[in-house]
């Protein structure tokens, strides 16, 4: 237990630094990208940014080792379905923290980007990046178990969190409209 609330911790301050980075980050992209002419550099900013510092505290904890036997899930549905008898505390953890690795990415990529204002491009490159973390915690034999319902459940997370923010899509808003 004081292994997992020391990691917490630590993905909890780091987090907490890089919120304060965060504000004057934006800024200075902003004003960069503003200068170079980008249509819409303070909304491609906070994106840029935004994905980073929602992302990188959770693959800090997923990619930290750990004492676990680690191992390979490659069977579909299979380790949801051994969550049944779980208790609902390690539900909600396996579950809610797997769909919230790529949230931060789901929301803002296609705000981000006209390319990616779309649910299937959002899922293809969730599903690449979380396909590459189980590979790197599986090859770097970090302690973790590697399995195929994480990439799902990091991919239905990022499609989810992308629908929240549909309103707010660069391919929605026209170029004109976005203030500089």
Do not use: K
Request: a positive charge.
């Amino acid at each position: 237990m004081s292994r997992t609330w020391e990691l917490w911790g630590n993905v909890i301050i780091a987090g907490s630094f890089a919120l304060l980075l965060c504000l004057p980050a934006i800024l200075l992209l902003s004003r960069h990208r503003a200068r170079a002419g980008h249509p819409a550099p303070l909304r491609t900013s906070i994106g840029d940014i935004g994905i980073v510092v929602g992302t990188a505290p959770w693959l800090w904890m997923i990619l930290t080792p750990s004492d676990g036997a680690g191992g390979v899930g490659p069977v579909p549905f299979a380790d949801l379905l051994d969550l049944l008898n779980a208790p609902p505390e390690a539900v909600l953890v396996q579950v809610g923290g797997n769909l919230l690795v790529f949230a931060a990415l789901g929301a803002l990529l296609p705000v981000r980007s006209r390319a990616m204002s779309s649910t299937a491009r959002v899922a293809a490159v969730a599903a690449a990046f979380s396909v590459v973390v189980e590979v790197l915690q599986y090859v770097l034999r970090l302690g973790r178990f590697s399995s195929v319902d994480d990439v799902l459940l990091n991919t239905a997370g990022a499609v989810i969190f992308a629908l929240v923010t549909r309103r707010w899509w660069a391919g929605r808003i026209p170029v004109e409209a976005v203030p500089r």
